[in-house]
């Protein structure tokens, strides 16, 4: 039995799982139109490859993904792009960007797919294809899993597997753990692989008993060091950092990535997608949502991705006095800005949140400095301390803080007394920081253009001055020649090129003969004799007027 | 009593010579508040304090011939920043100063541009691409908004075009609290 490390604070909400998991996973019908955004992963956006009016096929890639960090993203099934436009994401800003609107033709035709023997593959070709496959991490975090499967200056030892699922409502690791265990566990051999593991560790949280009988039944089938691991249910034990703490006793610190301890960690879901692109080919379409909250049939679904979370909904039986919609769980999720916006890879729940079920946050108090916050903070930060700062817009003391360490967990916000929303300032904060690190770039930037081109324009007016110094000082040494003498220099030396010139146009038209000069006719002669005649004749007259104004 | 004095005489003259040894061997070329100034104002280069860029007015600043209150760009931030530095009072800006304005970048319309190059010449960060008698274009990933170009241009065709937030650039915005009324009784 492996001995289980423990992390800082953290705390125990009501985890209101147990609504979502009655039934198995449903397969969401093709809804009636797909609106598929081109940014659904860290880094550049994807270059769309198709136009308005392009029919596509499921699998078909519509953008390519650009630069390093980046992603592909595929049509969801097969159909027509109606148009390429800006439209509302599933984005905490409510603010448009660019999405395919596809309606589907419902016979759901895939492209040819070629699957990938890992084991006979580079790791490059591995990684490209995960690239090509839009792979990214779908524990909510969207990274790009290509370059998460590198080693970095050490070799990875451990693979670690997420299946935690710490926060509150969300079930769709734990129903997909419960059902496609085998399919998980095929992804994880092709990462360890990739990644040269030693060993693969796959923390569960022990609130679900059925994911870690089912993965440890799956697990036994691998030839691969699998362990299936259950941790204490303790949010945020779901956290990468928290999860390699607990699992290992690696405590990964500030600034530095896990990679560099010998440690990388996966969710499960990205396991499972890794093991489609890989071995099937098939690329990341669809994914597991728990629509749960203010509905009447609570479940998990299998969503294309670019489903409207409208109608989504409405196929759980959404109840009436539904406010908004939460994307992820109430700890650490977003208020959705419309219910039309699509699902996404980083959908994993959709909570349908009423007034019951939510009640609004009652008014913020003062903080009393009970540091409630510091004692669960599982990124041992002093939560208080970084409020004031960033209430306070000292933003580079929140930074000597370790703003950036802190993992918006909510933990803090969930204890305090006096309800103050200490996660919205850390965002507001992180947000602001990232701002003005931009705006100094830019700044300086612009310094370095000014100042070169206020070297380059002092460095013209120079050569100007520097010809125009020459130009006279060649004027003066001629006139100097010149009275030196008595003839003028510059004037000899000009003539004697157009002697020269004329000598040698004089040569070339002697060495060139006129074409077609033989072997003509007598009568040809006598003309040819004629025209010359003539020709002498007007250059004698030409002559005798030119010269006669002289006389 | 006499010894005392000279030997007190001899050390000054010792750590004298060192004192001036160093001043010269260490000796800081420039004003390093002028680049801490510099540091902070936007790099615009607009001229709207009346100094022809940022480091001729860091310059004036630093010499205490200008007020740290006429750069728009900088905003009240860039102010309070200054004050900061300078360890004086915050000054609002002067009804004689533009207010600040949302960044933004200058917009050619290439259908309109005769290839003057007047606004290439105006232009203090290089942004403007284009040759005589070819239709000039603004490089917006380098062009600061100082407008300096807007003028020159004989044919009108330059606008500046406001910098609309988009999601990559989109800030989270400090908490609000949204006040409920209570009925009184």
């Known amino acids: 039995m492996r001995t289980l490390h423990q992390f800082h604070g953290g705390v125990h909400p009501p985890t209101n799982k147990a609504q979502s998991t009655r039934t198995p996973i449903a397969v969401a019908p093709l809804p009636s139109k797909l609106v598929i955004p081109f940014h659904q992963h860290v880094g550049n956006i994807a270059k769309p490859l198709v136009q308005a009016g392009d029919r596509v096929l499921k699998g078909q890639m519509i953008g390519r993904p650009q630069d390093g960090l980046s992603s592909a993203v595929h049509a969801s099934t097969s159909g027509t792009v109606v148009s390429i436009e800006m439209d509302v994401v599933a984005h905490a800003s409510g603010l448009p960007d660019l999405c395919a609107i596809i309606v589907p033709d419902g016979k759901d035709e895939w492209v040819p797919l070629q699957g990938l023997d890992y084991r006979s593959a580079s790791a490059d070709e591995v990684r490209s294809a995960l690239r090509m496959a839009g792979v990214v991490g779908l524990g909510g975090a969207t990274f790009p899993s290509d370059l998460k499967l590198r080693s970095g200056k050490s070799k990875v030892k451990t693979l670690v597997l997420n299946g935690a699922e710490c926060e509150p409502y969300i079930t769709c690791d734990d129903m997909l753990m419960r059902e496609r265990a085998a399919e998980i566990i095929r992804g994880a051999e092709i990462m360890r692989h990739v990644l040269g593991a030693e060993e693969v560790l796959i923390g569960i949280e022990d609130n679900k008993p059925e994911a870690i009988a089912a993965m440890q039944q799956a697990a036994a089938t691998s030839t691969d060091h699998m362990e299936v691991i259950a941790v204490p249910t303790l949010y945020p034990g779901g956290g990468a950092k928290q999860l390699i703490r607990v699992l290992t006793g690696i405590e990964v610190a500030a600034g530095v990535r896990s990679t560099e301890l010998g440690v990388q960690c996966f969710n499960v879901a990205t396991a499972l997608s890794t093991y489609r692109a890989i071995q099937l080919g098939e690329p990341l379409l669809s994914r597991i949502v728990t629509v749960t909250g203010n509905i009447s049939d609570a479940q998990n679904f299998e969503v294309l991705i670019g489903t409207p979370v409208n109608e989504l909904v409405a196929l759980a039986g959404v109840l009436p006095d539904t406010r908004h919609y939460i994307m992820g769980g109430p700890m650490m999720g977003i208020p959705l800005p419309a219910a039309t916006v699509s699902v996404v890879k980083a959908t994993n729940c959709i909570i349908a949140a009423s007034d019951k079920l939510f009640p609004p946050a009652p008014p913020a108090m003062p903080c009393i400095r009970c540091t409630r916050c510091a004692d669960v903070c599982p990124a041992e930060l002093q939560p208080q301390d970084l409020y004031w700062f960033a209430k306070a817009k000292e933003f580079g003391k929140a930074q000597d803080y370790h703003l950036f360490d802190c993992i918006e967990c909510g933990a803090c916000s969930y204890v305090c007394p006096s309800h103050i929303p200490l996660v919205q300032y850390y965002r507001f904060a992180k947000s602001e920081i990232w701002a003005r690190e931009n705006d100094k770039k830019a700044a300086d930037i612009a310094r370095e253009r000014h100042d070169y081109r206020q070297y380059r324009i002092e460095r013209e007016k120079q050569e100007k001055a520097e010809k125009l110094a020459a130009k006279e000082k060649a004027a003066l040494a001629a006139k100097e020649a010149q009275t030196a003498d008595g003839t003028p220099a510059a004037d000899n030396a000009a003539q004697q090129k157009i002697q020269e010139a004329l000598a040698l146009a004089k040569q070339q038209a002697a060495a060139a003969k006129p074409q077609n000069t033989e072997q003509l006719t007598p009568q040809q002669q006598a003309e040819i004799a004629d025209i010359e005649a003539r020709r002498a004749r007007i250059h004698e007259i030409a002559q005798s007027h030119v010269e006669h104004p002289k006389e | ?185």
């Open chain 2, 1 to 185: 009593m006499l010894s005392a004095l000279l030997v007190m005489a001899a050390i000054a003259i010792a750590l004298g010579a060192v004192l001036g040894f160093a001043a010269i061997k260490f000796r800081v070329e420039g004003n390093p508040l002028v680049d801490k100034i510099d540091a902070i104002l936007p790099q615009t280069q607009c001229g709207q304090c009346g100094y022809p860029g940022c480091k001729p007015y860091a310059t004036a600043i630093a010499a205490e011939e200008a007020d740290i209150n006429r750069c728009p760009p900088g905003g009240e931030e860039g102010i309070q920043k200054l004050a900061d530095l300078l360890g004086k009072e915050f000054k609002p800006f002067g009804d004689d100063m533009a207010a600040p304005k949302a960044k933004s970048v200058a917009f050619i319309d290439e259908n309109t541009c005769i290839g003057c190059t007047l606004c290439i010449q105006a232009c203090p960060v290089d942004a403007i691409a284009g040759a005589a008698k070819q239709m000039h274009t603004i490089i917006a990933s380098e062009c600061t908004g100082c407008e300096l170009c807007v003028a020159p241009c004989p044919v009108d065709c330059i606008s500046m075009v406001v910098i609309e937030e988009k999601i990559t650039t989109w800030k989270w915005k400090y908490p609000v609290y949204a006040l409920s009324p209570v009925s009184a009784s």
